[in-house]
């Protein structure tokens, strides 16, 4: 009898300790924009251009360069003090050149975006530094889903500056997913901001 609540006893607690390590929490869910004509007109296009390799932590910037304290961190908080028109026309790009934005859920270059595209590109030419392609998304979706999507439209710009005669060895890139809104209202206004790949000297 003491052997059969015995092994009673350890079925059921198996079969909890299954159970807890199985379930598990749903995903943060997409939310469409409301109104987003670009994106509707775009509708044909709905999968990412294929990237070099998948998205990995060792793509992300070294320590020190993110918002830890660092100058750069510093440099990030006055970039939250400026004006809303200013944060429009330059986002968080090094003076000279202009941030890119892109349509709700996409990783191309816009067709609008093209002029601003060949502005940096010429810029970079005349610079000798290194410049950083930050990517960037809004909060809609999970961290993982944006770090991912970012890391798409930063690779696709540098792509796009390669193509316009930049050296490939003069562009780093990295995703910074939803972690650096410029905006942070849960407006289309303010997701369309936050939709961007800045430029940033180095």
Known sequence: MKKVVTRLFVIVAVTALVAVLTGGCTKKSVVPPESDSQASSSTSSSSYPTADGTYSENSLAIEGTLDDGSTAGDAAAGMDQ????????????????????????????????????????????????????????????????NLA?????????????????VQPGRIRTVSYGEEKPLFYEQTDFAWSQNRRADFVIE
Not at 149 to 165: F, P, T, W
């Open 149 to 165: 999507l970012g890391e798409k439209r930063a690779i696709n710009v540098r792509d796009y500056l390669i193509d316009l005669g």
């Open 82 to 145: 400026q004006s809303d028109e200013y944060k429009q026309m330059h986002g968080r790009s090094s003076t000279g050149l202009v941030p890119v934005y892109f349509d709700f859920d996409q990783a191309i270059i816009r067709p609008d975006m093209a002029d601003r595209m060949i502005q940096n590109a010429e810029y970079i030419n005349q610079i000798p530094s290194t410049v950083i392609v930050e990517g960037n998304c809004d909060d809609r979706g999970t961290k993982e889903y």
